[in-house]
């Protein structure tokens, strides 16, 4: 992750310093989480020091564009149950680990588990962030940049078929665009229109986090 290159943009939301929330807060802990050691992303004092950039960071604006709006030991410590239930070599551990947020808000919360959960899990990942209304309104660019980089792609929630995307998380971001207008068809039409078939049943989520508020529900 290229922190100082996010640094360098102005395409923030909010005035002055939060115009660089991503660059200084969010960025930093993304790649915190992808240098730890497999040690440190199992104790929950580490991960939640390695949050710190990014719980600092103030909420921004009314619509929340910036900030995280979790408390960082709080996440941290769902964070490290994760790990530990998904951190172990076993015998699909090449099969892609399936994880999908609801109610994702700006997206700050679900790049960090997807970034912890990259890292931790010992194959591949391929995640979803949903959420209320178009992706412009939730996540500016900066944002966006760190979701395609940690392999996650977005879907309006009134556009979200679960069975239907757990095809689609097969295929690569390239055809699973997370920009607009993408976000708002169901992935059975991005699908048709790719080229892409789908037979059978796809297997389900391995996580479903819904996330919104200072607490967490998790499948």
């Known amino acids: 992750v290229d922190c100082g290159l996010?640094?360098?943009?102005?395409?923030?939301?909010?005035?002055?310093?939060?115009?660089?929330s991503v660059a200084r807060g969010l960025c930093p802990t993304i790649a915190g989480l992808e240098m730890a050691s497999c040690k440190q992303l199992l104790n929950v004092d580490n991960v939640a020091a390695i949050l710190a950039p990014a719980a600092e960071e103030r909420v921004c604006c009314k619509l929340k564009w910036a900030g995280l709006l979790h408390w960082p030991f709080e996440l941290a410590?769902?964070?490290?149950?994760?790990?530990?239930?998904?951190?172990?070599?076993?015998?699909?551990?090449?099969?892609?680990?399936?994880?999908?947020?609801?109610?994702?808000?700006?997206?700050?919360?679900?790049?960090?588990?997807?970034?912890?959960?990259?890292?931790?899990?010992?194959?591949?990942?391929?995640?979803?962030?949903?959420?209320?209304?178009?992706?412009?309104?939730?996540?500016?660019?900066?944002?966006?940049?760190?979701?395609?980089?940690?392999?996650?792609?977005?879907r309006s929630d009134v556009a979200f078929d679960p069975e239907a995307e757990l095809a689609f998380l097969s295929h690569s971001l390239a055809v699973r665009s997370s920009l607009m207008p993408a976000a708002a068809e169901t992935a059975s039409a991005l699908?048709?229109?790719?080229?892409?078939?789908?037979?059978?049943?796809?297997?389900?989520?391995?996580?479903?986090?819904?996330?919104?508020?200072?607490?967490?529900?998790?499948e």
């Open 6 to 20: 996010l640094g360098r943009t102005t395409s923030g939301y909010g005035s002055g310093p939060d115009k660089l």
């Open 77 to 154: 410590h769902v964070l490290v149950h994760l790990g530990q239930r998904f951190g172990k070599p076993h015998d699909n551990s090449q099969q892609a680990l399936r994880f999908v947020s609801t109610n994702s808000a700006n997206g700050w919360a679900t790049a960090i588990f997807a970034a912890y959960l990259r890292r931790i899990y010992p194959g591949p990942f391929a995640g979803l962030a949903v959420n209320q209304g178009k992706s412009e309104w939730a996540q500016h660019r900066d944002t966006r940049i760190l979701m395609r980089n940690l392999t996650l792609t977005y």
């Open 191 to 218: 699908m048709h229109r790719s080229g892409v078939r789908w037979e059978g049943t796809p297997p389900p989520f391995h996580i479903c986090v819904r996330l919104g508020g200072p607490s967490f529900a998790i």
